[in-house]
């Protein structure tokens, strides 16, 4: 079993910058790899990154590159999306899972989900 708890999300204007922070609790955390998501009204949720704990392999998908990064504090258990250049279509609930499989992670095929961070750009 896994918890997981998302912070960090606000109103921005449109060039700023977020950081959220996606924090993992429970016995086995280190087996898990942590992913986000977000989901904007009325749209499909959709996959954003990952990051895997003992691999040290993060990856963004190419919507968000050059723009998104995700990074990990393992003494904390912590996963972060540090979001830069927001723009307005990135307004969303972002939320992270974790999977002990990250193609089934990145599928969104798992259980094991955050409540979700409200991330609102305006323009």
């Known amino acids: 079993q896994v918890q997981l708890e998302e912070s960090g999300g606000g109103l921005v204007q449109a060039g700023g910058s977020l950081r959220l922070s996606c924090a993992a609790s429970?016995?086995?955390?280190?087996?898990?790899?942590i992913g986000w998501f977000r989901q904007a009204p009325g749209k499909e949720r959709e996959f954003v990154g990952r990051?895997?704990?003992?691999?040290?392999?993060?990856y963004v998908t190419d919507s968000v590159k050059g723009r998104f990064t995700i990074s990990r504090d393992n003494a904390k258990n912590t996963v972060y999306l540090q979001m830069n250049s927001l723009k307005p279509e990135d307004t969303a609930v972002y939320y992270c899972?974790?999977?002990?499989?990250?193609?089934?992670?990145?599928?969104?095929?798992?259980?094991?989900w955050g409540r979700g961070t409200q991330v609102t750009v305006s323009s």
């Open positions: 899972a974790a999977s002990e499989s990250a193609r089934r992670l990145q599928e969104g095929r798992t259980n094991y």
């Open positions: 429970g016995r086995t955390v280190s087996s898990y790899a």
């Open positions: 990051a895997s704990w003992g691999a040290d392999v993060t």
